[in-house]
């Protein structure tokens, strides 16, 4: 069934949090239901290296890594192409990394509210006016 609700772009951090069932996990499925996800085309590569690096820190196994990306791939998210130059640009003015700044141009682009747990990315997301999306725990 496709998602009727609200469209909502969503990042790394955010999606993590569900994937490996930490304690913002029901917070963020609540948030999220039933809504139109977005992410930025970096999203798979991201959660990709976090799960790596997440077995080479010893807090995950590989088979918790695999069953995680599984997950991931069941995940109903839209990647937006985003024009990765203007995309610098707002890295450069906001002081955030590249990766940062395609979720807030995805967010900017896409006009929907940005659901992330990264205490940096909210902070840049409303200095740009950016509508950020509430989880409670």
Request: charged share 20%; proline share 9%.
């Given at each position: 069934?496709?998602?009727?609700?609200?469209?909502?772009?969503?990042?790394?951090?955010?999606?993590?949090?569900?994937?490996?069932?930490?304690?913002?996990?029901?917070g963020i499925l609540n948030a999220t239901d039933n809504s139109r996800l977005a992410a930025a085309p970096s999203l798979p590569w991201e959660v990709g290296n976090a799960l790596v690096a997440g077995v080479r820190r010893r807090r995950l196994t590989p088979a918790q890594a695999h069953d995680a990306?599984?997950?991931?791939?069941?995940v109903p998210i839209r990647l937006v192409q985003i024009d990765i130059a203007r995309a610098l640009a707002l890295a450069t003015s906001l002081r955030v990394y590249a990766y940062?700044?395609?979720v807030l141009e995805t967010a900017r682009l896409e006009r929907t509210p940005l659901l992330?747990?990264?205490?940096?990315?909210?902070?840049?997301?409303?200095?740009?006016?950016?509508?950020?999306?509430e989880v409670t725990e």
């Open positions: 069934m496709e998602p009727v609700g609200f469209p909502i772009t969503v990042d790394t951090s955010a999606l993590l949090a569900v994937l490996l069932r930490e304690p913002a996990r029901p990306w599984t997950s991931y791939q069941q940062d700044a395609y992330t747990l990264d205490r940096g990315m909210a902070r840049a997301a409303r200095t740009m006016g950016l509508p950020l999306v």
